[in-house]
């Protein structure tokens, strides 16, 4: 479904992404995992438009993405959910949720709108409970919750999560994990960025190490999982 071939980004002068060769097939969970900095959030980033990229090609469904606006590329059907959730705080969660569906929000398609909403209420009960609450008063979790329904608004086939385990409590991160394994379950390929190697490897199919920029180790999520450099460098020996 997207491939990446010998991307290269940087910020001004400073080189951020050199190389980085990764495939994602159709239905499968790829995670990137890697330390604070090594260029995880700059690659998905490049992927949905957001950041310009100096070099390589970027393909999805064989079409090229590269630099492209990152409003066609949701059109396209990739949903990105950023880092530190980004929210509107000061909309309901329920506006925030309908912002999701922005390019396909027109009168016709209404039920479409509301069916999709209601699937988010499914997934996450309590967002339905405070729909009509100020998105900023919600806890960190609830937050992250908010934010992964808003892309399902945006009819993705492949979803980018970029730590959507950063600054949540445990039992909440189990919570939004087993979310993102069901999502896989259902059809949606997912790309997910994480430093909590552990959760992240643990419902990959495949698995990239992101250091200083570069792929420096790739393999089945299992089969790092016990990788003996993996534990001693990101799963705490």
């Not at 080189?15 to 159709?26: E, H, N, Q, W």
């Not at 590329?73 to 569906?101: C, K, M, W, Y």
């Not at 209601?118 to 339905?128: D, N």
């Amino acid at each position: 479904m997207l491939r990446i071939d010998k991307l290269n980004a940087s910020y001004g002068s400073i080189g951020v992404l050199k190389d980085v060769s990764i495939r994602v097939p159709a239905g499968k969970v790829v995670s990137i995992i890697g330390t604070n900095g090594a260029g995880k959030s700059t690659l998905l980033k490049s992927i949905s438009g957001i950041m310009k990229i100096n070099g390589g090609s970027i393909l999805y469904k064989e079409q090229k993405i590269a630099n492209m606006q990152a409003n066609r590329i949701v059109r396209l059907g990739i949903s990105q959910v950023p880092e530190g959730r980004q929210v509107f705080a000061h909309l309901t969660v329920r506006d925030n949720i309908n912002l999701g569906a922005y390019h396909y929000f027109k009168r016709s398609n209404r039920i479409e709108i509301k069916e999709r909403m209601e699937h988010v209420y499914q997934m996450f009960p309590i967002l339905k409970k405070r729909s009509k609450q100020i998105a900023g008063t919600l806890s960190g979790g609830e937050q992250q919750m908010l934010a992964i329904g808003r892309a399902l608004m945006g009819r993705p086939d492949l979803l980018l999560l970029d730590e959507p385990s950063m600054g949540i409590a445990p039992l909440i991160v189990q919570e939004i994990f087993s979310v993102i394994k069901q999502l896989n379950q259902s059809g949606v390929t997912v790309m997910l960025v994480e430093q909590n190697a552990r959760a992240a490897l643990k419902i990959a199919h495949y698995s990239y190490v992101l250091e200083r920029g570069e792929i420096v180790l790739e393999g089945l999520a299992a089969e790092l999982l016990n990788n003996p450099k993996v534990k001693e460098y990101y799963l705490g020996g």
